[in-house]
Nanobody, 127 residues
Framework: QVILRESGGGLVQPGGSLRLSCAAS????????MGWFRQAPGKEREFVAA????????YYADSMKGRFTISRDNAKNTVVLEMQSLKPEDTAVYYC????????????????????WGQGTQVTVSS
């Protein structure tokens, strides 16, 4: 069982930055690929970024490349999403998720592959 808790959301102006954190419980965190997803009102949940269990590989949705950075600290059981140059269309609830298959080589970008989810944190980009 893994419990995930996101923090760091809020209101930011267009062009601004935010840092989202995800704290995870459990000893097996370092074996899980981790992902960030987001969901805007009336839209499906979409992939944002993912990182392999070792931290050596990262993946981004095309619209986030160059603006978002995902990282992890396995010693602290945390995953961080740094977001820059934020746009109004980035407004959504952001979710942290864990792939429960330990040491999986393939890093999934579809939400159905992630078995553990946080409660989400709201990000609003508006002037």
């Amino acid at each position: 069982q893994v419990i995930l808790r996101e923090s760091g959301g809020g209101l930011v102006q267009p062009g601004g930055s935010l840092r989202l954190s995800c704290a995870a419980s459990g000893r097996a965190f370092s074996t899980y690929n981790m992902g960030w997803f987001r969901q805007a009102p009336g839209k499906e949940r979409e992939f944002v970024a993912a990182i392999s269990w070792s931290g050596g590989r990262t993946y981004y949705a095309d619209s986030m490349k160059g603006r978002f950075t995902i990282s992890r600290d396995n010693a602290k059981n945390t995953v961080v999403l740094e977001m820059q140059s934020l746009k109004p269309e980035d407004t959504a609830v952001y979710y942290c998720a864990a792939d429960p298959r330990p040491n999986t080589i393939v890093v999934a970008t579809t939400p159905t592959m992630y078995g553990y989810w946080g409660q989400g944190t709201q990000v609003t980009v508006s002037s």
